[in-house]
């Protein structure tokens, strides 16, 4: 338990450090220790799709051409590796000595912190900082794009657009782009309700939705259409899930949330602002750009793809960095591609089952299955995925196993 408890719980430590890009690898190696020493390690029924995927993106990185490059690969592969521990490790951990309340409180935690981040970046928004290990590492290494973001960290994106009455200032830390701080807080929305009715206590409950009113603040600077609609989305498709079984109470609820939070958008001006940056910036005209542009260039390299996102030949950015969908694709190649989604639908399609009470561990990995298309999900996005999908086919297979026995949650 201890090495899960680490990774959330003390992420902060880890962030000021500069271990964040490498505590993923760093409580991966005790995760294969108990393992190999359990023995009797299994897995879920399809998981060989996630290995073919990870030997297709290793084998695409023979495409790269510079050191950079590969210094960035190299921290992509760490993270799906780590990522991919940690999905093996929770779903063969007992429930007793790994339960989901427990596991859904280290998230809760570090829930907390990434919102303790975002006031960051609304109240210091040129803040940053370096390192210790930002400063050991040669400069071969931290002139990497990638590897700089997350040594020399901001608390938020400044962006000045043309055309802009002012700057946007929109909040990032303790991620290096305002886009993982919105995926991250949209992901862990499900574990954290799922928390609330599980695991804590009145007091605690109460704490909670203080604390999720008051991330209100951070999460509607970020003016992050993607986030919004990622747990709008999730919300009522939980929420529908419990009406389908009689349960229309949560269903009333989550609807009346959702449409106060609307109107606190509308009312704060943040509807205008995401309009107004929309407008200014082409940022979906850009969008569609740059998704084309990653589908062409793709087709010059279809199997292995180009290793990493490329320079764009006619916008500013990147491609391959508008969305996991598309960075595996251009990075990695067709192949790559199918397999990653086959594995990702078949996840989110397999943990439907799990018991009402638990649907919030299923509705991670469903809320994936779209976002994907617009964020990044290859850190720690991806970790709190496996952990959720895990839990719930964990869950799933001692129910069958066990058809009288009654879900540990505690």
């Known amino acids: 338990m201890w090495p899960l ?10 962030w000021v450090i500069g271990l964040a890009p490498f ?10 220790r108990y393992l190999s020493r359990r023995g009797h390690t299994v897995v879920p029924r399809g998981f060989g799709l996630w290995l073919l995927f990870m030997f297709a993106m290793i084998l695409a990185s023979t495409q790269l051409d510079s050191a950079p490059r590969l210094i960035g690969a190299v921290f992509r592969i760490m993270a799906y590796a780590s990522a991919t521990i940690v999905f093996v490790y929770v779903y063969n951990s007992s429930r007793e000595r790994l339960p989901v309340s427990r596991m859904t409180g280290f998230v809760v935690v570090f829930w907390a912190f990434v919102i303790v981040g975002g006031y960051l970046g609304v109240l210091f928004p040129e803040g940053s900082f370096t390192t210790p290990i930002g400063r050991l590492l040669p400069g071969s290494i931290t002139s990497n794009e990638l590897v700089s973001s997350l040594l020399f960290p901001k608390f938020a994106e400044v962006q000045e657009i043309w055309g802009a009455d002012q700057p946007f200032v929109r909040p990032s830390a303790p991620f290096p782009y305002t886009n993982a701080w919105g995926s991250h807080y949209a992901l862990m929305v ?23 009113a008051a991330s209100f603040v951070p999460a509607f600077a970020t003016l992050n259409r993607g986030m919004l609609v990622a747990v709008g989305v999730g919300l009522l498709y ?16 989550i609807s009346g949330v959702m449409a106060v939070g609307g109107v606190v958008a509308y009312l704060t001006g943040v509807v205008d602002s995401i309009a107004s940056r929309t407008e200014v910036s082409g940022s979906n005209d ?14 010059e390299s279809p ?26 694709m251009f990075s990695f190649g067709f192949p790559a591609l199918i397999l990653y989604t086959s594995f990702l639908v078949l996840l989110a399609w397999r943990t439907r089952r799990v018991e009402l ?5 299923h509705v991670v990995p469903a809320m994936a299955t779209f976002m994907i298309f617009y964020y990044g999900l290859d850190s720690t996005q991806l970790v709190i995925i496996f952990l959720a999908g895990a839990l719930a086919l964990r869950e799933i297979r ?13």
């Open 286 to 299: 850009d969008r569609v750009g740059i998704y084309t542009e990653a589908f062409t260039r793709t087709l």
């Open 190 to 212: 499900p574990l954290v309700l799922l928390y609330m009715r599980i695991g804590a206590s009145p007091k605690q409950r109460v704490v909670l939705a203080v604390l999720g």
């Open 23 to 32: 505590v993923g690898a760093m409580v991966s190696v005790p995760m294969v």
């Open 398 to 410: 001692h129910s069958s196993l066990s058809p009288s026995a009654k879900v540990s949650q505690r």
């Open 238 to 253: 939980a929420a529908l899930r419990y009406a389908a079984r009689g349960q229309i109470g949560g269903l009333i609820a």
């Open 303 to 328: 199997l292995l793809g180009w290793g990493a996102p490329r320079p764009s030949l006619t916008i500013g950015v990147s491609v391959g960095t508008q969305g996991q969908f598309w960075n595996i």
């Open 5 to 14: 408890q680490a990774l959330f719980v003390l992420y902060p430590l880890w």
């Open 357 to 361: 009470g638990l649907i919030w561990l």
